[in-house]
T-cell receptor, first 112, second 115 residues
Framework: QKEVEQDPGPLSVPEGAIVSLNCTYS??????FMWYRQYSRKGPELLMY????GNKEDGRFTAQVDKSSKYISLFIRDSQPSDSATYLC????????????FGDGTTLTVKP | DTEVTQTPKHLVMGMTNKKSLKCEQH?????MYWYKQKAKKPPELMFV???????INESVPSRFSPECPNSSLLNLHLHALQPEDSALYLC??????????????FGEGSRLTVL
């Protein structure tokens, strides 16, 4: 079983839609949960991270972690064509590890 | 624009060639990483350097040889590669310890094709 499983996609939505991207993880020791965005032919960039359970909001983006069900989500409100990218969830045991475990990524296309 | 610069952006090499990938960052980060990413797959960690010392080697074949000559530079020397080594090679850096949950700053990658 992979430590981080991500909804495979691809996902195609119209502009303005609410997007939900989801991952599950199996290692209860994970403490930090990140979302990276990767545009085509570019390196990933950190979008948001959360520590332990709860929500974190940044503009149109909300990251949510439910440690009881080992479920993490990224919500994008009022999606824009510029949000079209591959979204990778990643989990970390601790800040010293330097070893993030990535999900396989979900490719999102937002159509104008 | 990314603050981690990788060269070359594209590289084509034969199986008998020797080449190097280069990475540079000027953010004062003391941890640098090499990742390999195949199409439609997540990045896979290869090596981690912390304070210019190799701290993690994820059982990478010896045909890949990393080098960290100083705190700003990271090289990946390539020799006798196989076609299955064709991939996007990503360099990343972070603070030590990483500032936020292992926050990695990635370069744009070097796309390697082995013929």
């Amino acid at each position: 079983q992979k430590e981080v499983e991500q909804d495979p996609g691809p996902l195609s939505v119209p502009e303005g839609a609410i997007v939900s991207l989801n991952c599950t993880y199996s290692n209860s020791a994970f403490q930090y949960f990140m979302w990276y965005r990767q545009y085509s032919r570019k390196g990933p960039e950190l979008l948001m991270y959360t520590y332990s359970s709860g929500n974190k909001e940044d503009g149109r983006f909300t990251a949510q972690v439910d440690k009881s069900s080992k479920y993490i989500s990224l919500f994008i409100r009022d999606s824009q064509p510029s949000d079209s990218a591959t979204y990778l969830c990643a989990d970390n045991l601790n800040t010293n590890a330097g070893k993030s475990t990535f999900g396989d990524g979900t490719t999102l296309t937002v159509k104008p | 624009d990314t603050e981690v610069t990788q060269t070359p952006k594209h590289l084509v090499m034969g199986m008998t060639n020797k080449k190097s990938l280069k990475c540079e960052q000027h953010m004062g980060h003391r941890a640098m990483y090499w990742y390999k990413q195949k199409a439609k797959k997540p990045p896979e960690l290869m090596f981690v350097y912390s304070y210019e010392k190799l701290s993690i080697n994820e059982s990478v074949p010896s045909r890949f040889s990393p080098e960290c000559p100083n705190s700003s530079l990271l090289n990946l020397h390539l020799h006798a590669l196989q076609p299955e080594d064709s991939a996007l090679y990503l360099c990343a850096s972070s603070q030590v310890p990483p500032r936020a949950a292992g926050e990695l700053f990635f370069g744009e990658g070097s796309r390697l094709t082995v013929l």
